[in-house]
């Protein structure tokens, strides 16, 4: 028995080991929960970009499962689950961690994930990110299913892009995502806000059917998510022009 | 009240330790003997194997005793380090060690005179038995048992040995009874 104590004591005078300065340790605990609580931030942006991202979608009623399941990023959804594995794991190693039920922990998880996420969408943080990243951020689009992909499926009866010239009332030249032109052609019973000033450079969301090769009938005209005016002089179309 | 002095005495012996690596053995001289039955008994090694594990533990705790909290047990702490490594020793020779008869006699007759245990449990039954049912026993009930009967833990000290919450021990130790009591059918 005397003798484990010798080695040790050997051990200790020969290795020269000596205790881990109390610094590390508190440095350590800080750390910890500094990146508990950036995965906690990035969950929850996460959520907010994910909910901002499908209400821009503006999809129509009768198209949203659908578009809600092609919206779903899961890729992220796969490093968010890494992020959030590594989470728990990271708590369930503080001091009082592994005192709290993993179920438990899951669950507030959820629910700060959750609070956070809505926090995010409502303040603007989520709209303003959405914007950097669709911007600045390469590959982006890659990850998640942009707004203009998902109004750009002509075959679905949705066509997006920008204005390139007004001919009369009743048909504008519009530009789409991927350089083609189409005519597009408005109705009687085409519906638009009162408050859309089409103008050249305008971007639009298109509801409708294509009735030929790259000429499609609008039923329905929605602002585009891009509706800063370009400089073009606005043009009013069937009277509701405000 | 006699845990309160042997807590304080821990910490004097800690205090000390920090100041001057020779007061290290009195913690060493204080808790070689505990720690190397547990890992006997839970682990299944021999005397000298032990010993190389015991060895790992206490340095480790040399290395750690800055990040000993104060207002826990310090066999607590101790023991959740011997945990963590009897844990990866284990894991490293599962192969090897599955097959080792492990001293379960103690254990064997803790666990016999346990009254829940003796009702669950028709103890009509030679004590060997009990004691080769121990040896089937999955690690991490063995341990749980041993904790518990042997050395006689309080739920919330098992729970900080083993870094798991006190309900989650205390499914454990039911879990590793059930099993007992399914081995010896």
Not at chain 1, 4 to 26: A, H
Not at chain 1, 131 to 155: C, H, I, M, T
Not at chain 1, 180 to 198: A, C, N
Not at chain 2, 84 to 94: A, G, L, P, T
């Amino acid at each position: 028995m005397n003798n484990l104590i010798s080695k040790i004591q050997e051990k200790i005078k020969t290795s020269k080991i000596k205790p881990r300065p109390k610094w590390q340790f508190t440095l350590i605990a800080i750390l910890t929960w500094v990146l508990l609580l950036v995965l906690v931030v990035i969950l929850g942006l996460s959520l907010g970009l994910f909910i901002e991202l499908l209400i821009k979608h503006d999809i129509p009623g009768y198209q949203r499962f659908t578009s809600f399941l092609q919206a779903i990023p899961y890729f992220w959804i796969l490093i968010i689950g890494l992020v959030a594995i590594i989470l728990v794991f990271k708590f369930r190693k503080t001091r009082k961690g592994y005192k709290i039920k993993l179920s438990y922990i899951i669950f507030g998880l959820i629910v700060l994930t959750i609070f956070v996420g809505f926090l995010t969408y409502y303040a603007g943080i989520a709209r303003d990110l959405e914007l950097v990243l669709e911007n600045n951020a390469p590959g982006y689009g890659k990850v998640v299913r942009l707004p203009q992909d998902v109004w750009f499926s002509p075959e679905s009866g949705n066509l997006y892009g920008e204005i390139l010239k007004i001919d009369s009332a009743q048909q504008f030249i519009l530009l789409d995502r991927e350089d083609g032109i189409w005519i597009v052609y408005l109705t009687s019973e085409t519906m638009s806000s009162p408050r859309i000033v089409f103008y050249p450079g305008l971007e639009v969301k298109i509801r409708g059917e294509v009735i030929d090769d790259y000429e499609f009938e609008a039923f329905e005209i929605r602002p585009g998510f891009d509706t800063r005016p370009k400089g073009a002089k606005p043009f009013c179309l069937q009277g509701g022009c405000r | 009240m006699a845990d309160l002095a042997d807590q304080e005495q821990d910490i004097r012996h800690v205090r000390r330790s920090l100041e001057n690596q020779i007061f290290y053995a009195d913690i060493v001289d204080k808790y070689q003997a505990k720690i190397l039955s547990f890992i006997r008994r839970i682990s299944g090694v021999n005397q000298e194997e032990a010993e190389d594990i015991a060895q790992e533990i206490f340095l480790k705790a040399y290395v750690n005793l800055n990040n000993f909290d104060q207002d826990k047990k310090f066999f607590s702490w101790l023991f959740s380090i011997a945990h963590n490594e009897v844990v990866s020793h284990w894991r490293k020779n599962k192969k090897r060690l599955k097959d080792v008869s492990i001293e379960g006699e103690e254990l064997a007759e803790r666990l016999g005179k346990e009254n829940n245990l003796v009702e669950e449990i028709d103890l009509k039954v030679e004590k060997t038995e009990l004691k080769n049912a121990i040896n089937k026993l999955n690690f991490k009930y063995r341990e749980v048992l041993e904790l518990k009967f042997i050395e006689d833990y309080s739920y919330q000290e098992i729970s900080d040995i083993v870094k798991k919450p006190v309900a989650t021990v205390g499914t454990l130790i039911n879990r590793a009874k059930k099993q007992l009591k399914e081995i010896m059918k």
